[in-house]
Each structure stands twice: as C-alpha cells, then as structure tokens.
C-alpha cells in the first residue's frame, strides 16, 4: 500500500505541490512586504508634511524628528508615549552632536576635548555657530521637545532588568512603604534595587539652550521662559523669579542703547516714552506679569499689562511690500501632491522693533482679556451678595466684553469666507489696499492666537454672568416668597418650624412651597443678566460655527 502511494506519480505530485506552495508564498511575501514598505512611505511622507525636518540632516535622523513630533501629538483622549517621544528626541540630539554625523562642524566652547560641567544638570551647550540656520532650528525644536518630555517623565523610573518605565508611585521598596496598585492587565511593578531614573532632568535641556552659543535671542528666551514656568509648576517661585530676570536679560541684550530705558527692572514695567520695543521685550514683560498673577501678586501684575497693553497699541505700521499670494493651478497641485514641502523659513530672533499687524492685533485682544480677569478677580465683594456689579466687577465685564468683540472682528477679517476659495481648494487671491497686510491675511499664527482670544473670551464672558445671575435669580426668588407667604417669609430654613405649617397641608391648600416658587422663579425671570446671557449664548454658537468653517473648533 505504502509501495504504491509512493509511486513515481504521486511523486511528481507531490513535487509539483511543493514548488507551487513555495512559488505563490514567495509572491505572498512579496507582495506582503511591497505593501508595508509602501504604507510606511506614505505615513513618512504624511509625517513629513506635517512636521518638516532641516533638508540638510541625514534620513535617520529626519525620521526621529517627526517620528517624536508625531507622537507628541496625540489623537485626542489619548495620552503620548512620552517614554518613546523622549527616547527618540534623545537619541537625535546623540546623532546631532556627533562631529563624525550629523554635527560635523559642531564644536566645543573651550576646544576641541573641553566641556564645561555643571552639577546636578551635566554638560552645558556648544558652539554651533558653523552650522545652517535649518539646522539649527531643528536642533533647538529636539532640545525644547526632549525637555517636555522630561517634564512628563520627571517622576517615572525605569526597570533596569526589563527596560519598562514605570510611575514611581508603584515601586515597591523602603522608600514607597504604600505602592499603589497596579492595574491586572499590567506588568508587575518593579523593585526599587533595579530602578533608575527614567529621563534627565528638565533643566539639563533648557540649560544646554540657555548656554549654546549660535542660538537666536527668541529661541533662548523660549527655553527661558518654559524653564521659569516648570519652576513655577514645582512651587519653587523664588528660582522661577530667577529664571525670569535672567529671560529678561535676553530680550534686551542685543537692543539699541538709548537714552530712555526701555523697561523698569525693578518692576518690569514698560516706559511710557521709550520707542522701538521688540517682541522679546513684550514677550519676557508678559510672562513675568502672569507669573505674578498666577502667585496671586495682582497688584504687581496689573501695572505690568496696562504698560504692554499701551505698547502693543503705539506699534507703527509694517513697512514690508506687499506679496501677493497667487492662484494656484493644477500643475502647481500636482507638484505639491509629488515633491515634498519645503522646510519653513527660519522664524526671527525678536530684537527687531515690533510692528501692527493681525497677529498683534489678537495679542492686544489677549492682553485686554487678561486685564479684565484681574480687575475682576481683584474686588473682594462676594457678587452673590448683590446682583448689581461693583466698580471693579463691571469693569472687568467691560474689558471681557471689548476684548471678546476685538478678537471676533479680527477673525473674521483674517479668516477669509468659503466662498473665495477656488475650485481646486487653494487659497484664495487676495488684493487689499492696505499695503502692511496682504501676506498676514493668511497669517496662521494669527488665526490660532485670535481663535484662542475668542473661545477664552467666551468663557470668561459667561462665568462672570453666571455668578450675576445667580445674585438675580436669588433676590428675585427672595422677593417672590415673600408676596407668596406674607410678613412671616424668613431667610431661615428653620421658618416652617416657628410657623407649625406642613407641607401636606399646604399643598392640600394650594400653598406654593419655597422650592416650588424658586423652581417658577428661574423659568419665568427676565431680567438684565439673564438676557445678555441668553444673547451670549447665541454668539456661543455663532462663534462655534465661524471656527468650525476655519478648521478651528478645538478651541471651543
């Protein structure tokens, strides 16, 4: 039997069978491999679209940039893998400081083997002066992204055995007695014998910035002041304070000298005479005033907005020529569809003097929202106590509402209306008489700053009504219990006890109950803030729908 199933025939069958196997696995593999080697170039190439990488970098380290810059930002509702984002960034920065890769012309600032150290944050920055300015704005975007991911990780460690990061909270060891419990589907937590910190501390980054000369002044005020606001997160305002002094430093470092100083040290506030302010100045005046009101030192604060508030509206007009934007036709979409974007220009250093512009003109709507909050904030007056505002509280309603209508006016101006578009969705052709702001009309950094005037206006608007209506709603409901039960209404819930009334009772006599006439009291009142917010919630809506059209209702 065995004889004849093995005969020539069935060997040949079987031979046949086997290459066939081999034969259409192999073209299944093929294929399989064809197809993930071509979805992996169109997620790159998406990727790069959306977060630009220096041309002049090396495709490894190309693709940990926007590797990191793609899972920082997450979908919404789930949170980044910082332990991934801050292991790419890291090894981009080994890649970039690599004279024999990346960094070839990247030196030290005390020679070719000396490096400055410092306790507790390590080796500060080099001189990278030689190297293109594309370069150098990636090299400052993975320094600046490897110190957010620091932040996250701040009280993480990882296991040393297995190489998993674990919140610090879960070890087990002598110095957590209390671990938290872990979660079944997770892995076991770690002892405290194998755990080492999971990423390096965030100052080790912003110093490495803050010490690394061919930076721009902006680009060192930037980690200036992310540096000064994690001190402020960890409670330790007098360093925070430090931190400031030091970015305020940097912005007027490299400005003309004149004869007006600029800024009062002492108090950070702006001259009322000085002229030719830059960017960096405003930027530096501005974080120092909010980390007085954030520590609730508003009387320091206030001085300090009113003096930018008054700067940001003296700023002359742009003299830039126009630069019109032209249509673009369906030669120009297909070469954007085929060859990849082009690397952004390099932003300015910021000690330029600062002019009017669409994207100041939202700044100025900001600074009045912020001004509003504080002079709202500072009455002591409990507005549930009166629903007619005190001074402070209707000032600070008035700078919320002129604020919230600056920067809605200002949107609709930059955003430009549907209908303009062409057919192939290009942006549109704009002709304007106004020689400053052809090219900021479609400033993006504009719209995004007055979208975020807007939805905080809105939101600031609205809870200062809310805590008036409520004083209305009450005195109102106050006066109608009184004309529905006579003399004898008292404030007191204990009224019905004095009076030896039952609530059976009354209803068997048709008597209204206090919450019943509360209940009538807020569906049927009418009064003046319980109009203006009902018309706020109009433009609650208007305003929803204006930046649903613009690509913009992540801010509402």
Same mark, same amino acid.
């Given at each position: 039997m065995l004889a004849r199933l093995l005969s020539t025939r069935h060997k040949s069958g079987f031979g046949q069978t086997a290459k066939d196997l081999v034969k259409w696995t192999s073209i299944i593999c093929a294929f399989s491999c064809l197809f993930a080697l071509a979805k992996f170039g169109v997620e790159d190439e998406l990727l790069e679209r959306a977060h630009p990488t220096p041309p002049t970098w090396s495709w490894i380290s190309r693709w940990k940039l926007r590797s990191a810059q793609g899972a920082e930002d997450a979908e919404p509702g789930l949170r980044p893998n910082w332990a991934a984002v801050g292991a790419n960034y890291k090894a981009l920065i080994g890649r970039l400081e690599d004279v024999n890769g990346d960094g070839h012309r990247v030196r030290s600032q005390l020679g070719e083997d000396g490096h400055i150290f410092v306790e507790g944050v390590g080796k500060t920055g080099l001189d990278i002066s030689a190297m293109p300015e594309p370069w150098r704005q990636g090299y400052h975007q993975a320094l600046m992204g490897a110190a957010r991911a620091a932040?996250?990780?701040?009280?993480?460690?990882?296991?040393?055995?297995?190489?998993?990061?674990?919140?610090?909270?879960?070890?087990?060891?002598?110095?957590?007695?209390?671990?938290?419990?872990?979660?079944?589907? @997770?892995?076991?937590?770690?002892?405290?014998?194998?755990?080492?910190? !999971?990423?390096?501390?965030?100052?080790?980054?912003?110093?490495?910035?803050?010490?690394?000369?061919?930076?721009?002044?902006?680009?060192?005020?930037?980690?200036?002041?992310?540096? !000064?606001?994690?001190?402020?997160?960890?409670?330790?305002?007098?360093?925070?304070?430090?931190?400031?002094?030091?970015?305020?430093?940097?912005?007027?470092?490299?400005?003309?000298?004149?004869?007006?100083?600029?800024?009062?040290?002492?108090?950070?506030?702006?001259?009322?005479?000085?002229?030719?302010?830059?960017?960096?100045?405003?930027?530096?005046?501005?974080?120092?005033?909010?980390?007085?009101?954030?520590?609730?030192?508003?009387?320091?604060?206030?001085?300090?907005?009113?003096?930018?508030?008054?700067?940001?509206? @003296?700023?002359?007009? @742009?003299?830039?020529?126009?630069?019109?934007?032209?249509?673009?036709?369906?030669?120009?979409?297909?070469?954007?569809?085929?060859?990849?974007?082009?690397?952004?220009?390099?932003?300015?250093?910021?000690?330029?003097?600062?002019?009017?512009?669409?994207?100041?003109?939202?700044?100025?709507?900001?600074?009045?929202?912020?001004?509003?909050?504080?002079?709202?904030?500072?009455?002591?007056?409990?507005?549930?106590?009166?629903?007619?505002?005190?001074?402070?509280?209707?000032?600070?309603?008035?700078?919320?509402?002129?604020?919230?209508?600056? !920067?809605?006016?200002?949107?609709?101006?930059?955003?430009?209306?549907?209908?303009?578009?062409?057919?192939?969705?290009?942006?549109?052709?704009?002709?304007?008489?106004?020689?400053?702001?052809?090219?900021?009309?479609?400033?993006?950094?504009?719209?995004?700053?007055?979208?975020?005037?807007?939805?905080?206006?809105?939101?600031?608007?609205?809870?200062?009504?809310?805590?008036?209506?409520e004083a209305e709603i009450k005195e109102a409901t106050k006066a109608a219990c009184q004309v529905s039960q006579g003399s004898n209404y008292q404030d007191s819930s204990g009224s019905r006890f004095w009076r030896g009334s039952d609530k059976k009772q009354e209803a068997s006599e048709g008597v209204q109950s206090d919450e019943q006439v509360i209940a009538e009291s807020r569906d049927k009142f009418n009064g003046v803030w319980m109009q203006e917010g009902r018309k706020l919630q109009q433009r609650i809506v208007a305003a929803r729908r204006l930046l649903r059209q613009q690509d913009l209702d992540r801010f509402m």
């Open positions: 932040e996250h990780l701040e009280f993480f460690v990882r296991d040393k055995t297995r190489g998993f990061v674990f919140p610090r909270s879960v070890v087990l060891g002598p110095s957590n007695p209390r671990p938290r419990p872990v979660a079944r589907t @997770s892995r076991p937590p770690p002892i405290e014998a194998d755990c080492e910190p !999971a990423f390096e501390p965030p100052e080790a980054f912003y110093m490495k910035i803050l010490t690394t000369h061919g930076f721009t002044s902006r680009q060192r005020l930037d980690a200036a002041l992310a540096y !000064a606001d994690w001190l402020h997160y960890r409670g330790l305002n007098e360093s925070a304070r430090e931190v400031h002094a030091w970015a305020l430093d940097i912005a007027t470092d490299k400005l003309p000298g004149t004869s007006e100083p600029l800024i009062d040290r002492s108090t950070a506030i702006l001259s009322s005479e000085a002229s030719g302010l830059s960017p960096n100045l405003i930027l530096a005046a501005s974080s120092i005033a909010k980390h007085h009101a954030q520590t609730g030192n508003l009387d320091a604060a206030l001085p300090i907005f009113l003096s930018i508030l008054r700067a940001q509206q @003296s700023f002359p007009p @742009s003299r830039e020529p126009i630069l019109q934007n032209p249509r673009l036709g369906i030669l120009d979409n297909m070469k954007a569809l085929v060859l990849p974007p082009p690397y952004p220009q390099v932003p300015s250093s910021g000690d330029e003097p600062a002019t009017a512009s669409p994207a100041n003109t939202c700044a100025i709507a900001g600074t009045m929202l912020i001004i509003g909050e504080i002079i709202f904030a500072s009455d002591t007056s409990n507005p549930l106590d009166s629903a007619t505002p005190s001074s402070n509280q209707g000032f600070g309603l008035s700078w919320t509402r002129q604020a919230t209508d600056l !920067a809605e006016s200002m949107l609709r101006e930059i955003a430009p209306a549907p209908a303009e578009a062409n057919s192939l969705g290009s942006p549109p052709h704009l002709v304007t008489n106004n020689t400053a702001r052809a090219e900021e009309l479609l400033d993006a950094h504009a719209k995004k700053r007055c979208a975020e005037c807007l939805s905080a206006g809105l939101r600031n608007w609205q809870a200062m009504l809310r805590r008036f209506q």
